[in-house]
């Protein structure tokens, strides 16, 4: 696993083969939340889901969520980040 300061993008290094599509979740809108989705996680050499949940909105920003990508000969997880309204 890769990691920088807190707020900074984490990469973790996961599987050779290709995550599962994400499981479809029942989401409602929650004034003043935002929905951050379910992914499957890379843990003890397998994928392995990890439920959505709700945060705290913050003004000014946007949720980008996360996101698997090939890289070499396994794919890398990109955790999900704020980004400030452009």
Do not use: F, K, L, S
């Not at 599962?20 to 935002?34: D, I, N």
């Not at 889901?49 to 709700?54: D, F, K, L, Q």
């Amino acid at each position: 696993m890769t990691a920088q300061a807190a707020g900074a993008v984490v990469i973790i290094h996961g599987g050779r083969d290709e995550p599962p599509p994400a499981r479809e979740e029942r989401v409602q809108v929650r004034r003043g939340y935002v929905w951050q989705g379910g992914h499957y996680g890379w843990r003890h050499h397998r994928y392995v889901w990890t439920r959505g949940h709700y945060v705290r909105e913050r003004r000014g920003h946007d949720w980008a969520p996360g996101r698997w990508e090939r890289h070499g000969d396994h794919h890398d997880w990109h955790n999900g980040e704020w980004h400030p309204h452009r």
